[in-house]
Nanobody, 124 residues
Framework: EVQLQASGGGLVQAGGSLRLSCAASGFTFDDYVVGWFRQAPGKEREGVSCIGPNDGRTYYADSAKGRFRISSDNAKNTVYLQMNSLKSEDTAVYYC?????????????????WGQGTQVTVSS
């Protein structure tokens, strides 16, 4: 059974940092992209970042470039999202998800398994 467990959210002041973790199991970690999405109240879910299998290619939405960094520890089947210089507009529930393959497209339909989400709240 594919499982993804997101953790690390919390309350932080603007300008602060958080590191999210996504522990994955039930699939061959090296074969699939893993991505982070977020959903703010009243808004559509949007892609934030994803990391390709094996070679660790990384992709970022414009909102994340220069502030967020995605990485993976393949020995632990875990993907991390380091978020720096947080802004109030980063407030959302953050989800990690397993892609349908090795490609990264910031579209929810390209990901077929989702974690439960972790709340990130940035106070201004």
């Amino acid at each position: 059974e594919v499982q993804l467990q997101a953790s690390g959210g919390g309350l932080v002041q603007a300008g602060g940092s958080l590191r999210l973790s996504c522990a994955a199991s039930g699939f061959t970690f090296d074969d699939y992209v893993v991505g982070w999405f977020r959903q703010a109240p009243g808004k559509e879910r949007e892609g934030v970042s994803c990391i390709g299998p094996n070679d660790g290619r990384t992709y970022y939405a414009d909102s994340a470039k220069g502030r967020f960094r995605i990485s993976s520890d393949n020995a632990k089947n875990t993907v991390y999202l380091q978020m720096n210089s947080l802004k109030s507009e980063d407030t959302a529930v953050y989800y990690c998800a397993k892609g349908r393959g090795s490609w990264c497209i910031f579209n929810s339909s390209e990901f077929n398994h989702w974690g439960q989400g972790t709340q990130v709240t940035v106070s201004s």
